[in-house]
């Protein structure tokens, strides 16, 4: 029998506990005034932040400017933190609400997209994968801001239900709900979108 130690799920568990550990540690330094904890803290998160939102906006001065205005805001209210969530699903709802209100004041200057993961393709395979982007972004365009943000969080970033909830400020229940009704209508929706080809070998789109 493997031991526990020598399982990879257990010791990416284990590293997620100590990741999250140290983060809250960071926290809890800030709120007390430590800006070396704060500097920390920041550039363990920039990554994940500035991947988030460049999925939203393709300005990259607006992505510098959400972050720093999300972190101002974690050195202010770094109190305030309860535990009943992740640091990092803290922080990343934080900027989300920092983001909407960015590009409320922004728009229609700021260009507002989904920029979809660029997966390794060879040279013959680049143009269908432009093509499969495309299609998968405009099937996206259907959706609603929240379904749209609900499947980001879920298959971009790995939010957890709950964790989304805690983002978006809404019920868990209504996460399931928006992300069932996006699904469906993606399902429905993507075939026509593809053409003839999509609709047709449904199977090689998998």
């Not at 229609?108 to 989904?114: D, R």
């Not at 998968?136 to 365009?141: E, K, S, Y």
Request: charged fraction near 30%; include cysteine.
């Amino acid at each position: 029998m493997q031991a526990d130690s020598d399982n990879p799920d257990t010791q990416d568990a284990g590293a997620a506990d100590a990741g999250e550990a140290t983060e809250r540690r960071l926290l809890a330094a800030v709120a007390r005034g430590d800006r070396v904890a704060f500097e920390r803290l920041y550039l363990r998160q920039h990554g994940v932040l500035a991947r988030f939102l460049a999925r939203h906006t393709a300005r990259r001065d607006l992505v510098d400017d959400i972050i720093n205005d999300a972190f101002w805001v974690v050195w202010r209210k770094a109190a305030e933190f309860r535990g009943d969530s992740k640091v990092g699903t803290w922080i990343i709802g934080i900027a989300y609400r920092c983001m909407l209100k960015t590009l409320r004041q922004n728009l229609p200057a700021a260009e507002v997209e989904v920029d979809l993961p660029d997966p390794a393709a060879t040279e013959t395979g680049e143009a269908e994968q432009r093509e499969l982007r495309d299609w998968v972004r405009r099937g996206l365009d259907l959706l609603s801001p929240e379904q749209r943000m609900t499947l980001e969080l879920a298959y971009y970033l790995g939010q957890s239900c709950e964790e989304i909830a805690v983002i978006m400020n809404c019920a868990t229940g209504t996460v399931k709900a928006r992300m069932f009704h996006a699904r469906l209508r993606l399902r429905n929706s993507l075939p026509a979108l593809g053409g003839a080809d999509f609709a047709a070998n449904p199977a090689e789109r998998k």
